[in-house]
Each structure stands twice: as C-alpha cells, then as structure tokens.
C-alpha cells in the first residue's frame, strides 16, 4: 500500500510540475529557460510534500521517507528541466531535423555551413540568447558595446578549457573519422582580430 501512495504522490508531483511549467512559459516572463524550469520543479516539489503532509491518505511515510521523497522529486525536476525544455529549446541537434522537415524532408549536404551561419543564428537569435544566459548568470557583462568576462566568467572558462583538453575523448567521430579536433576548437583560429575590445 506504501508503494502505492509513493507513485500516486510522485504521479501528483508530475502533473503538478508540468502545470507550473506550462503557466510560467504561457503567462509569466522568463529570463533564462533553464533557470525558471529550475524554479517550476522547485515550486512543483513544494507544492506536492505541502500536499502529502496535510492529506491524511498520504500521512504513511516516515520524516526521513518524505525527505527522499522530496529529494528525489527534485532530482526528477531538475532531469526535466535538462532534459525536456532546455534540450529542445537549445539542441542543434533538433534544429537540424526541424530545418530538414521545414525544407521539405532533405538540405544538401555541402549546404549546411550555409544554414547554420545564415540561418540558425538568425533564427534562433543565437546570440541575442546565449548574451542574455550568460549576463543573468554574472559571467559577462555588456558595458558600452563591449563585452567583457566578469572574474566568475573568467574561472568558469577557464575550468571549462581545462576540462575540454583533458576530459573530453582524444577520439570522436566527426563525419567518418576520428579527431581530437574538439579537445582544442581554437587550435586553428586566427590570431588577427579586429574586434576585441577593453
């Protein structure tokens, strides 16, 4: 009867997110997608143990089962969150199947530098978009048509830089062969640039 409730209170947690969520996205602002999911599962996980806490039905689990009932709730969230939305909403990978269906079930191969750089830029406002996620997050800041890294964005880079060299594989698949290409993406870029700035 216990595992019962436990999937009846977690099918209710279920609904519960995905009410939240679809309210926040159809009648609320949302500055960065991933964070305001984040905060829907959050909502959705307090909502749900309020709900297990005062209906008696639910009143057979223990403190420390309604906290890994809790904690597990948010973890279910938070897959939600990475998964689902901000998945979709940021995947080149389903934007290249979603362009190939707009374009009528087929784009040439030799084409696609064309549309990522003509088109999916503009029309996922790449830019607009990532500068918005990254100043929210406090790792830019845009001051006078400049762009600079804050001291956060600055560590996080250079984690993330470290983390690519050594932890990402010396071996993957691009298009047929093998390459370490990904490891170094800047390995090739040019040094004479004329748009930095201070």
Request: proline share 2%; charged share 30%.
């Given at each position: 009867m216990k595992y019962l409730k436990l999937i009846v209170a977690t099918a209710i947690y279920g609904v519960l997110l995905l009410a939240i969520y679809y309210a926040h996205i159809a009648y609320f602002k949302v500055n960065v997608l991933f964070y305001s999911s984040i905060i829907d599962a959050v909502i959705a996980a307090a909502v749900a143990i309020t709900l297990i806490v005062t209906i008696k039905w639910f009143r057979v689990f223990s403190l420390f089962e309604g906290l890994q009932l809790l904690c597990i709730w948010l973890l279910l969230g938070y897959s939600f969150a990475i998964s689902v939305p901000t998945v979709?909403?940021?995947?080149?990978?389903?934007?290249?199947?979603?362009?190939?269906?707009?374009?009528?079930?087929?784009?040439?191969?030799?084409?696609?530098?064309?549309?990522?750089?003509?088109?999916?830029?503009?029309?996922?406002?790449?830019?607009?978009?990532?500068?918005?996620?990254?100043?929210?997050?406090?790792?830019?800041?845009?001051?006078?048509?400049?762009?600079?890294?804050?001291?956060?964005?600055?560590?996080?880079?250079?984690?993330?830089?470290?983390?690519?060299?050594?932890?990402?594989?010396?071996?993957?698949?691009?298009?047929?062969?093998?390459?370490?290409?990904?490891?170094?993406?800047f390995r090739n870029s040019s040094t004479q640039m004329d748009y930095t700035c201070n």
């Open positions: 979709i909403d940021r995947s080149l990978s389903f934007y290249i199947l979603e362009k190939i269906q707009q374009r009528g079930g087929g784009i040439k191969f030799d084409a696609f530098d064309q549309v990522f750089t003509k088109e999916y830029v503009k029309e996922h406002r790449l830019v607009d978009v990532r500068l918005t996620e990254q100043q929210q997050s406090g790792t830019i800041a845009i001051k006078d048509g400049c762009v600079k890294l804050t001291e956060r964005g600055n560590t996080i880079a250079t984690a993330s830089r470290y983390f690519r060299a050594h932890f990402l594989p010396k071996q993957r698949l691009l298009l047929g062969e093998y390459s370490d290409a990904l490891t170094d993406p």
